[in-house]
């Protein structure tokens, strides 16, 4: 189901009972189902995703030596 559209449907006080409404609006068509993307699409953002997390780690590890060296007053005399 889509979430935005699910969020704009009034509902009720707590989970549980939000819940069964929006069972009871699924089954009677009233919501528009959401967007499940092909297996290879899945695959290719987790690979990009992966990417982007080992980039951040090695800059993270990169600027580790120039902290250490900048903490101490090493780095700011050269």
Same mark, same amino acid.
């Given at each position: 189901?889509? /979430?935005? +559209? /699910?969020?704009?449907?009034?509902g009720r006080?707590?989970? !549980? =009972?939000? /819940?069964?409404? !929006? /069972? %009871? &609006?699924?089954?009677?068509? &009233?919501?528009? @189902? ?5 297996a290879n699409?899945?695959?290719?953002? !987790? %690979? ?5 997390? #080992? =980039? ?9 030596? +120039?902290?250490? #060296?900048?903490?101490? @007053? %090493?780095? @700011?005399?050269?």
């Amino acid at each position: 189901m889509n /979430a935005r +559209h /699910a969020k704009q449907v009034p509902g009720r006080n707590t989970d !549980l =009972t939000d /819940a069964q409404w !929006l /069972a %009871i &609006l699924a089954r009677s068509g &009233l919501l528009q @189902g959401g967007f499940v993307p092909p297996a290879n699409f899945r695959e290719l953002r !987790l %690979i990009a995703r992966q990417m982007q997390k #080992l =980039t951040a780690i090695l800059a993270g590890e990169k600027n580790r030596p +120039h902290k250490v #060296l900048t903490g101490d @007053g %090493i780095r @700011g005399i050269m």
